[in-house]
């Protein structure tokens, strides 16, 4: 199994811009969910899904979007790039909500210029 | 409003000896408290996790411990060994979500 898989691992992005951050599992959980880490900051939920066709806002979800058509994939979208979204990002899954063992891929670093 | 946070941001011990990493929370609501591990350039692993209505539990070279009297949880690890070096998270969960503390790094001192 591979496990959580992102794409890509690393992302320049120009003011504006907009991107799709990609999230696939192949451990056929139901529960998705997408963090940002900034520095000296613990991981902040910004959307989560709780299965195919459902989603739902997590602390920090201005200026991004998501969608989960399948079980497999979670993909984040950023709208229009800012500065401020300059972080590190993670996805997760585990089997379901109150599951805690989440399982995370290797994350995204994304700068925003 | 709720958080789960930790006491120090970093933390040194010698090889060999034991660690304590410690983690104050506000949620006495949440079900479940997790350990998780993050090592350079990765993501966060699972480590331990303790149910709220437990005080200790026990893993491979890893005991975690919950005082709810004063929110208070800790990640002990025995004999820390140098592939112990990382940056530590307490983690609860709240509703349907985790709420991560800022994290502790260990650093393992030859």
């Known amino acids: 199994n591979a496990g959580v898989t992102q794409t890509p691992k690393f992302q320049v992005l120009k003011t504006g811009q907009s991107m799709t951050l990609q999230c696939a599992q192949d451990m056929n959980h139901e529960y998705m969910s997408w963090y940002r880490q900034d520095p000296g900051m613990g991981l902040r939920l910004i959307h989560y899904?709780?299965?195919?066709?459902?989603?739902d806002q997590g602390e920090v979800p201005n200026g991004y979007n998501v969608s989960r058509s399948t079980t497999e994939d979670f993909p984040l979208r950023l709208l229009s790039a800012a500065p401020s979204q300059t972080s590190v990002y993670f996805c997760?899954?585990?089997?379901?909500?109150?599951?805690?063992?989440?399982?995370f891929g290797q994350g995204t670093r994304l700068t925003v210029v | 409003g709720e958080s789960v946070g930790l006491h120090l941001p970093t933390l040194s011990v010698q090889e060999g000896d034991n660690s304590i990493i410690n983690c104050a929370y506000s949620n006495s609501a949440s079900d479940y408290f997790i350990w998780y591990k993050q090592e350079s350039g990765k993501g966060p692993q699972f480590i331990i996790d303790i149910r709220s209505n437990m005080d200790k539990r026990q893993g491979q070279r890893v005991t975690v411990l919950l005082n709810k009297t004063v929110k208070h949880l800790s990640l002990q690890i025995a004999a820390t060994q140098p592939g112990d070096s990382a940056v530590y998270f307490c983690?609860?969960?709240?509703?349907?979500?985790?709420?991560f503390g800022p994290g502790t790094r260990l650093s393992v001192l030859p």
């Open positions: 983690a609860e969960i709240n509703g349907q979500n985790f709420v």
């Open positions: 997760a899954s585990s089997y379901g909500s109150d599951n805690t063992e989440a399982f």
């Open positions: 899904s709780v299965g195919a066709g459902i989603t």
